[in-house]
């Protein structure tokens, strides 16, 4: 079966401050990536997507993630946090034989003003 | 546009007891999704559907939930009886078909006493 394993469970930053957040997912077949993120209180939202095409995929509100097949990793980066990115944020793979997501368990940012 | 309408938000009901969730997908999408997420953990998918057809149910614990999608619009997700372990975000999502982009409602967070 499928997995998508999240690396940080709780990360900590302060504004300006870089982050990455990883994700590694197991199929070795052809997959949708996705990020979602969840602000507090909020419903799940999309970040950024990838199908196909160039690995380096830009997002809303200055997020990007790069596509590494060999690594089988799809991590999430933005350059610098502000305070109102503190949010879950959730990593998923969609299968084309499931045909539904797969979510990892998500990591909690705290961007500290 | 509408997103996805979820109700109750919230629901809390006492063990042995049923209870039902209802999910209006965003206009013309054919794919709904139920997703399950407990605390600390990213959303599991309980049943997918396309149209009124569930087309991969294998998740969902069919000795106490059941849903349908009658006319291939809403959707209700029930549980009869409830048990503790029920307590948890019930989710439902949509696209507007397989392997689209899936869009959130807020959730029904269900709490099992």
């Known amino acids: 079966a499928q997995s998508v394993s999240q690396h940080n469970h709780h990360v900590i930053l302060s504004e300006a401050a870089s982050l990455e957040l990883g994700c590694n997912y197991s199929?070795?077949?052809?997959?949708?990536l996705f990020w979602y993120v969840q602000y507090p209180g909020q419903h799940l939202q999309l970040l950024l997507k990838y199908f196909s095409g160039d690995p380096l995929v830009k997002g809303i509100k200055g997020f990007e993630a790069e596509f590494i097949k060999s690594k089988f990793s799809f991590n999430l980066r933005k350059p610098s946090v502000q305070w109102s990115d503190t949010a879950e944020y959730f990593c998923a793979t969609g299968d084309t034989g499931r045909r539904a997501l797969t979510f990892g368990s998500g990591t909690r940012l705290q961007v500290q003003p | 546009e509408a997103g996805v309408v979820q109700s109750p938000r919230y629901k809390i009901i006492e063990k042995k007891q049923p209870v039902a969730f209802w999910c209006n997908p965003i206009s013309g999408h054919n794919t709904l999704y139920w997703y399950l997420q407990n605390l600390g953990q990213g959303p599991e998918l309980l049943i997918r559907y396309e149209n009124e057809e569930a087309v991969d149910d294998s998740q969902l614990p069919k000795d106490r939930f059941s849903a349908e999608r009658l006319k291939g619009v809403d959707s209700t997700l029930k549980i009869q009886p409830a048990e503790l372990g029920d307590s948890a975000v019930y989710l439902c999502a949509s696209s507007l078909s397989q392997m689209e982009t899936q869009y959130f409602g807020p959730g029904t967070r269900l709490l099992v006493l």
């Open positions: 199929y070795g077949g052809t997959v949708n």
